[in-house]
């Protein structure tokens, strides 16, 4: 199966955002969901079918223009399934980013017998702003860990930012190991820049580190998933700004 999924966030010129391009082929649909919270717009992931099974090539294609704010979040995670005999199922993204940019979607889960590639570039403008979040759930419950490969980019300013490979399962030699996941079956990974709306849950599996450049990277590895977003989530929620205390007696303003 092929898909392209794109979606185009743009400033609306109000102080607002608006989407000029939204448009997706199964299993990859867009749906804009929930209001405007602030100026910006959610736009969620919806699976049309099972997989990514082997053989498919998916391609999802997401731009953020200046003074724009977008989320794109999942309703489900996605589950890599094996299918038939044939070439990994393949994923590739491509983020633009000049405004603000939130990647918040539910973990991927290698089924065992799956083989999957997900492949990931994103491009952030001087300027723009971007939460990038990854999660992976290495196979069901008290299933061994199907092959999955994560790639990912980001540049800044057209500099290299962050770049970062992983792969687990039967032909990823070491992934079990002390020098990568250990005994963790979950690992998650958020990307900022140029800094985190929250903070670190304190963790033995979680670190917080700054990049060389604008932003900071945060990685959990946990046992399951729980842990992962136990130490991941607080990062991630909203700043909800603190109401200012009015003195008892003052004049409100009109």
């Not at 969901?33 to 998916?58: K, Y």
């Not at 489900?76 to 044939?86: I, S, V």
């Not at 061994?144 to 770049?163: K, M, V």
């Not at 599996?205 to 998933?225: E, N």
Request: glycine residues 16%.
């Amino acid at each position: 199966m092929r898909a392209l999924a794109q979606v185009v966030a743009e400033a609306d010129g109000r102080g607002g955002t608006r989407l000029t391009v939204l448009r997706g082929e199964s299993p990859l649909l867009l749906r804009r969901t929930g209001g405007r919270s602030g100026g910006g717009l959610t736009v969620h992931l919806v699976g049309g079918a099972a997989g990514p099974l082997r053989g498919d090539d998916l391609r999802l294609e997401v731009t953020v223009g200046v003074g724009a704010d977008l989320t794109v979040r999942s309703v489900a995670a996605q589950l890599a399934l094996p299918g038939r005999p044939g070439p990994a199922s393949r994923l590739t993204i491509h983020a633009s980013v000049a405004g603000t940019l939130r990647w918040l979607p539910e973990p991927l889960i290698a089924a065992a017998g799956c083989d999957h590639y997900t492949e990931t570039v994103v491009e952030v403008a001087e300027g723009g702003e971007l939460l990038w979040r990854d999660d992976l759930v290495c196979g069901r419950h008290a299933e061994p860990s199907g092959d999955a490969r994560l790639d990912t980019t980001i540049r800044y300013g057209g500099r290299t930012l962050y770049r970062h490979a992983l792969g687990v399962g039967r032909h990823a030699d070491g992934w079990d190991g002390a020098a990568v996941l250990g005994s963790g079956r979950a690992v998650g990974t958020v990307v900022a820049v140029p800094g985190l709306p929250g903070t670190l849950t304190a963790s033995p599996g979680a670190a917080l580190m700054p990049l060389a450049g604008p932003g900071v990277l945060a990685t959990a590895v946990g046992a399951d998933i729980r842990q992962v977003q136990a130490a991941l989530d607080p990062l991630c929620a909203p700043v909800v700004a603190e109401p200012v205390p009015v003195a008892a007696g003052a004049p409100l303003a009109a």
